[in-house]
């Protein structure tokens, strides 16, 4: 079931989604829909249900009560494999194997899948050009990487199979100041260029905004507002959402 261009059909849907640990709500009643191709990205407190949303939508999570659908159709546990080889998913720092080197992360999947050598090689020497990997990282293991090689990494392992669409969980959150404002604008080139569909999670309102013209803000498990960065600062929806966006220090702010 290929991901739908037809714009009536959404690439993912969550309908009155709760999900719960213990008495903890993860989600309660979350109710979105995520057109084919557009970005989005999930903002809130930490423990609000940012990353529980992502792993309901790639199925590594059920929910306790609503629906999850998948390119106009209900996921089920049956269609979790496929979905795992049409959706990338990139997590903090990574999580590579240790003990294989990039090539060999990268190659797990494809591997599996009965990929030769060649195509896998061919693949990652494309994603290495995509996302700016230097020559001979491919053959490193993990640790002797850089946080933002070993990211990039990551990033190359959620698009090996390429995907139709990309769930990213705080992808940049483990990087100095730097090596994020560089990957911040190679993953928007990317994304722009490969036109997927994107949702991805980060704390840090100005990173959302400039990945996504969509921000879903969320508390306790709840949407609290879904709009774009200046409905959040002109118009929020509570209190909450107010201070949301007051936390967001900026530097000028700082310094006077
Ligand atoms: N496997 C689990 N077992 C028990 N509680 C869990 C589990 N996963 C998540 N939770 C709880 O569910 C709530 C939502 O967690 P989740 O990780 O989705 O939040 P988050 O917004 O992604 O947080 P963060 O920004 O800190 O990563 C939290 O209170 C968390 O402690």
Redesign the pocket.
Known sequence: MPFTSNASTEAFELRGVSKR??V?P?LDDVTLRFPAGSNTALI?S????????LRVLLGLEWPDSGEIWVDGSVLGPTHVLALRRRVGYVIQEGGLFPHLTALGNLALLPHHLGWSRDRIRQRAEELSGLTHLPPGALERYPAELSGGQRQRVALMRGLMLNPDALLLD?PLGALDPIVRHELQDELKAIFDQLGKTVIV?T?DMAEAAWFADRLVL?RH?KVVQDGRLDDLCQRPADSFVTRFVQAQRTLRGAAS
């Open positions: 640990y213990g903890i993860a809130g930490s423990g609000s249900g940012k990353s529980t949303l705080e999670v704390h969320m498990g």
